[in-house]
């Protein structure tokens, strides 16, 4: 069975294109900030009433800033207002003087959710039980009234970002290019980059004013970087999928410094650590990195890939009044791979497609009674 949607033609031209250049071509997505009906937990879709929030506006802000360091060749943007007003905002940010071609593109437009457009999550949850629960757990065969039919949202939105990339990605061959538009969009167009299908559309997180990074080459696309959310001053990215479950951080010992360790130990000082895995004893760095977190419980195990079954344990461990528990796993760099392109929705040999950063940290909830979601790859 074809394991997605992704057109061959598309990807034998993203090849064909990038063989001839040799530099990556990077493209950075970006969720519009924080809108007004994100405040008051409507289903926005496709519909253009929702603006920024002054929150959204000063992440937006925040955003523009942290990206004044690199050399935006393009801009891209979804026509929904939201989305265009955080792009204003961030290209003033920048205060890059240098003309940018700017092209508002009707494939970034958020996934069309008709009916549901304006309705309230718990309205919807409560009405539309049935529908939510397939939109949740079968996002590949959740279906809508369309007129006198029905359409299916999700497949129809990975099928624009397709389109987006087929029709736009080989003008930018070797060039930085910016792309601000929705959650769902970005998850499209990561999810089509890499072959992944419709039916794992829950599978990662875009929160408002995240950071993803994508480099195209002619060896194939890499996701360097994740959900990033410490430019807008987010340790880690915020629980979408509720407060409950295992959250699980995860750092590649490979090459780990005395630098990356300590500034590791600083950002983690203001999170409640509940427990630390990994298959060496001894190690120099774990006091440093636990510095903060004197009573952490450590659990050590020798064997290579202790990660695939500790995940497991520790979430079927979870006392029915734990709300949340919070650890780190320190473990090789392909085995942490691995455990991300799974939870993905992608295949174990395919894990160098996310290129991990040594000192940086990758995050994966597994919240109770819903699909794991990779939060953070990179932060």
Same mark, same amino acid.
């Given at each position: 069975?074809?394991?997605? @949607?992704?057109?061959?033609?598309?990807?034998?031209?993203?090849?064909?294109?990038?063989?001839?250049?040799?530099?990556?071509?990077?493209?950075? $997505?970006?969720?519009?900030?924080?809108?007004?009906?994100?405040?008051?937990?409507? &289903?926005?879709?496709?519909?253009?009433?929702?603006?920024?929030?002054?929150?959204?506006?000063?992440?937006?802000?925040?955003?523009?800033?942290?990206?004044?360091?690199?050399?935006?060749?393009?801009? &891209?943007?979804?026509?929904? $207002?939201?989305?265009?007003?955080?792009?204003?905002?961030? $290209?003033?940010?920048?205060? %890059?003087?240098?003309?940018?071609?700017?092209?508002?593109?009707?494939? $970034?437009?958020?996934?069309?959710?008709?009916?549901?457009?304006?309705?309230? &999550?718990?309205?919807?949850?409560?009405?539309?039980?049935?529908?939510?629960?397939?939109?949740? +757990?079968?996002?590949?065969?959740?279906?809508?009234? #369309? =007129?006198?039919?029905?359409?299916?949202?999700?497949?129809?939105?990975?099928?624009?970002?397709?389109?987006?990339?087929?029709?736009?990605?080989?003008?930018?061959?070797?060039?930085?290019?910016?792309?601000?538009?929705?959650?769902?969009?970005?998850?499209?167009?990561?999810?089509?980059?890499?072959?992944?299908?419709?039916?794992?559309?829950?599978?990662?997180?875009?929160? !408002?004013?995240?950071?993803?990074?994508?480099?195209?080459?002619?060896?194939?696309?890499?996701?360097?970087?994740?959900?990033?959310?410490?430019?807008?001053?987010?340790?880690?990215?915020?629980?979408?999928?509720?407060?409950?479950?295992?959250?699980?951080?995860?750092?590649?010992?490979?090459?780990?410094? =005395?630098? #990356?360790?300590?500034?590791?130990?600083?950002?983690?000082?203001?999170?409640?650590? %509940?427990?630390?895995?990994?298959?060496?004893?001894?190690?120099?760095?774990?006091?440093?990195?636990?510095?903060?977190?004197?009573?952490?419980?450590?659990?050590? %195990?020798?064997? =290579?890939?202790?990660?695939?079954?500790?995940?497991?344990?520790?979430?079927?461990?979870?006392?029915?009044? +734990?709300?949340?528990?919070?650890?780190?796993?320190? #473990?090789?760099?392909?085995?942490?791979?691995?455990?991300?392109?799974?939870?993905?929705?992608?295949?174990?040999?395919?894990? #160098?497609?996310?290129?991990?950063?040594?000192?940086?940290?990758?995050?994966?909830? &597994?919240?109770? !009674?819903?699909?794991?979601?990779?939060?953070? @790859?990179?932060?």
């Amino acid at each position: 069975m074809p394991k997605c @949607i992704v057109c061959n033609p598309v990807v034998i031209q993203q090849r064909r294109v990038m063989r001839t250049d040799a530099f990556p071509s990077r493209i950075i $997505l970006v969720r519009h900030g924080r809108s007004s009906f994100n405040d008051q937990g409507r &289903y926005q879709g496709s519909s253009d009433e929702a603006i920024l929030t002054p929150k959204g506006v000063t992440t937006a802000q925040q955003v523009g800033a942290y990206l004044r360091s690199m050399t935006i060749d393009a801009v &891209y943007t979804s026509p929904l $207002l939201r989305a265009k007003q955080t792009t204003g905002e961030i $290209l003033k940010a920048i205060a %890059d003087k240098r003309p940018k071609p700017i092209t508002v593109s009707r494939y $970034l437009r958020e996934i069309d959710l008709s009916v549901w457009e304006g309705l309230t &999550y718990d309205y919807v949850r409560q009405y539309h039980r049935e529908t939510y629960n397939c939109w949740q +757990q079968q996002p590949h065969e959740f279906k809508l009234p #369309a =007129d006198d039919s029905y359409h299916f949202p999700v497949k129809d939105l990975y099928q624009r970002a397709q389109k987006f990339w087929a029709h736009s990605l080989h003008h930018h061959t070797g060039k930085t290019v910016l792309i601000v538009s929705h959650g769902g969009t970005n998850h499209a167009l990561i999810s089509t980059a890499f072959g992944l299908s419709p039916e794992h559309h829950h599978s990662l997180q875009q929160s !408002n004013c995240g950071i993803s990074i994508l480099e195209f080459s002619g060896q194939g696309v890499q996701l360097t970087q994740l959900n990033q959310t410490t430019a807008i001053k987010e340790t880690l990215p915020k629980l979408k999928a509720g407060k409950e479950g295992l959250r699980l951080l995860l750092l590649p010992e490979d090459s780990l410094t =005395d630098k #990356a360790c300590q500034q590791i130990a600083h950002r983690l000082a203001t999170i409640k650590l %509940d427990f630390c895995l990994s298959n060496t004893t001894g190690k120099y760095w774990l006091p440093m990195l636990l510095q903060h977190h004197s009573q952490t419980a450590q659990f050590i %195990d020798d064997r =290579d890939d202790f990660l695939q079954d500790w995940q497991q344990i520790l979430a079927d461990a979870l006392e029915p009044e +734990q709300k949340l528990i919070t650890g780190i796993a320190i #473990a090789p760099t392909n085995r942490i791979q691995t455990l991300l392109i799974q939870t993905l929705g992608g295949r174990s040999y395919e894990g #160098a497609k996310l290129s991990l950063t040594p000192g940086h940290l990758s995050v994966i909830h &597994y919240p109770k !009674n819903h699909r794991p979601i990779v939060q953070a @790859i990179n932060i």
